[in-house]
């Protein structure tokens, strides 16, 4: 489905992303692990297109150069010089870091603005769909979205995304900053949308244990380079990710 | 596949010019030196090689407008106050320095510093209330008391209402005048440099980047703001001080949005966050604005023409693009 190949991303004359191929089937949930700094989000920004937009920025302001170099193939077309809104149209859809919603629109403000692209019969499926996965948010519907607590901003940005009507999610550290138990619920509805919605995702994580049971096939970043990549259970009794992942030596 | 880009790395005399080792060689010494020699001998002979008396004039029109630009650029990027306030300024030092002169007989040169003071605090005062808040208030309460106090002074017909007030001294002779405007843009352009690396300058950015986290460092931003519009209004103030002692008058026209606007518009073109880019933008825009003059009306339309074009092609500006060129190189590299 999507099938990027010898990414190669400089900040300046940093190499920020070296050399990195990463393939998603149809149906697929696919894991990115690696360390801050290895590269994830990178990786996240210049599959969704967003990389585009954050070099013209900086080339207007006359800051950092960025270069981007490789090929990225979605659903067999070349989509490497599409423009960030193109692709979210071609069904590429990015759930931020750090979640990035709109703190100012509530709950139910927040997930129309994401059903920009949606027919309002898919608007209206999705939305029932989303408060079907996370109950939680239905009783938050009128709440202002920045007066929400880490674990239901999450949920509303993972339920914005969907009302994009994606074809492939890019999850970018969806556990970042939750308690143990948001997390599992997290993990557990991101394989339920997955198995339900038919959508493929691709989610990073610095912390592997939660995430690695419920993926299909795991790439594993390393200063920029994949270093490892293999189905789960590949990655998951490779004893090098054992010690550096799971803790267990 | 070969594939090839374009890598930037700084010059090898830029990296020597950096440590203490610059004092080793005078090459070094003279790469630091030269571009703010370029500025200050440049500045200095300018009133040398001007034709006329009008385009004398010119050059100190230039420099309160480098004045303010100074003063624009360093709230709106150190401090990160988007000040609309420089014809509130130049109004307050304008008028005061004035009456000082008018009033109380003090000659130019002592009534400019004590307006420059005075005014200060006053337009501190003024903006003090909307400097707890962040985002657009203080622009819009800076840009609202210009346009207040024209109507304050004509309603109530004070500081001598809509004829202002007539008589006042000028400087001794042109020269003194205009060596003093400049000599006071290069005290403050410099100073202003120099701030922003001090330890105040470091809270201020710091003030920008993340007020909470100042104010969780156990500092009070409202006073580090304060300070930051009290140095940024004595630059207008001194501007507008100088102004009517240039053109012996002080009247309502002080207070115009001119004044506002065009420290904007230099601090586009001379490059946002350099503190000496709004002074280049300064020295073009003024003499343009003044060949523009011949065209009338027209002229408003080639001046936005330049504007919108520079934003366009070369947003980072004039002094952020010479920067790079002089310190860094550029060459392909195979990838």
């Known amino acids: 489905m999507l099938e990027a190949t010898d990414l190669m991303v400089f900040y300046e004359n940093m190499l920020a992303l070296n050399n990195v191929s990463i393939k998603c089937e149809d149906k697929q949930i696919v894991g990115v692990f690696g360390a801050n700094s290895a590269g994830k989000s990178t990786l996240m920004y210049t599959v969704s297109g967003i990389m585009e937009d954050i070099r013209k920025k900086e080339e207007m ?6 270069t981007v170099l490789g090929q990225i193939r979605f659903l067999g077309r070349d989509i490497t010089d599409l423009k960030p809104s193109k692709r979210a149209r071609e069904g590429i859809i990015l759930c931020p870091e750090r979640r990035r919603i709109f703190p100012e629109c509530s709950v139910m403000e927040n997930l129309r603005i994401g059903a920009y692209l949606a027919s309002p019969s898919q608007a209206k499926d999705t939305l029932e769909y989303v408060f079907n996965v996370y109950p939680a948010l239905e009783k938050l519907k009128k709440r202002v979205g920045g007066f929400l607590s880490g674990g239901e901003q999450q949920m509303l940005a993972i339920g914005r995304a969907l009302m994009a009507q994606p074809k492939l999610l890019l999850l970018d550290e969806p556990l970042l900053g939750l308690s143990p138990l948001i997390q599992s619920i997290m993990v557990r509805s ?12 691709i989610v990073t994580e610095q912390y592997a244990r939660p995430v690695l049971p419920i993926v299909d096939y795991a790439f594993i970043l390393e200063n920029g380079a994949a270093v490892l990549e ?3 259970d590949e990655v998951l009794n490779n004893p090098d990710v054992r010690s550096a992942y799971f803790g267990v030596s | 596949m070969e594939q090839r880009r374009k890598e930037r790395i700084d010059r090898g005399i830029k990296v020597r010019a950096d440590g203490l080792y610059a004092l080793m060689s005078w090459r070094e010494l003279g790469y630091l030196i030269l571009p703010r020699m370029v500025l200050i001998v440049g500045m200095l002979i300018l009133p040398f090689v001007m034709p006329s008396m009008y385009w004398q004039r010119v050059i100190s029109i230039v420099c309160i407008y480098a004045l303010l630009a100074v003063s624009f650029d360093f709230l ?8 609309l306030g420089g014809a509130l300024f130049i109004g307050v030092g304008g008028y005061l320095s004035a009456i000082m002169n008018t009033s109380f007989g003090f000659p130019p040169l002592l009534a400019i510093p004590i307006a420059t003071i005075a005014g200060a605090a006053i337009c501190t005062l003024l903006l003090f209330p909307c400097l707890r808040l962040r985002g657009v208030y203080f622009a819009i309460v800076s840009l609202m008391y210009p ?8 309603a109530l017909d004070i500081l001598g209402g809509t004829d202002g007030i007539m008589g006042v001294d000028s400087f001794p002779n ?4 205009q060596y003093f405007v400049i000599l006071m843009v290069l005290l403050f352009l410099f100073g202003a440099r120099r701030l922003v690396n001090m330890d105040l300058g470091l809270v201020l950015r710091a003030v920008k980047d993340n007020d909470q986290a100042v104010r969780a460092s156990g500092m009070s931003i409202t006073f580090y703001k304060a300070v930051a519009v009290f140095i940024s209004s004595a630059m207008g103030c001194l501007g507008g001080a100088c102004l009517v002692h240039i053109y012996m008058w002080s009247g309502m026209s002080l207070f115009a949005l001119d004044f506002s606007i065009l420290p904007i518009a230099a601090t586009v073109i001379g490059g946002a966050g350099t503190i000496v880019g709004p002074v280049l933008g300064c020295l073009i825009l003024v003499p343009v604005s003044e060949l523009l003059r011949e065209f009338g009306t027209l002229r408003i339309v080639f001046y936005s023409v330049i504007l919108v074009a520079f934003i366009v092609f070369r947003s980072e500006g004039i002094m952020v693009y010479g920067q790079r060129k002089y310190h860094q190189i550029e060459r392909w590299v195979k990838v």
Do not use: D, Q, Y
Not at chain 2, 76 to 83: I, K, M, P, R, T
């Open chain 2, 76 to 83: 709106a990027h150190f401090v990160g106050l988007v000040s």
């Open chain 2, 147 to 154: 346009l207040a106090m024209t109507r304050v002074i004509e």
């Open chain 1, 230 to 232: 293999g189905p789960r």
């Open chain 1, 190 to 201: 991101t394989k339920e949308i997955r198995n339900e919605k038919g959508i493929s995702i």
């Open chain 2, 174 to 177: 042109r020269w003194i005048e």
């Open chain 1, 61 to 66: 302001a006359g800051g950092e150069r960025i």
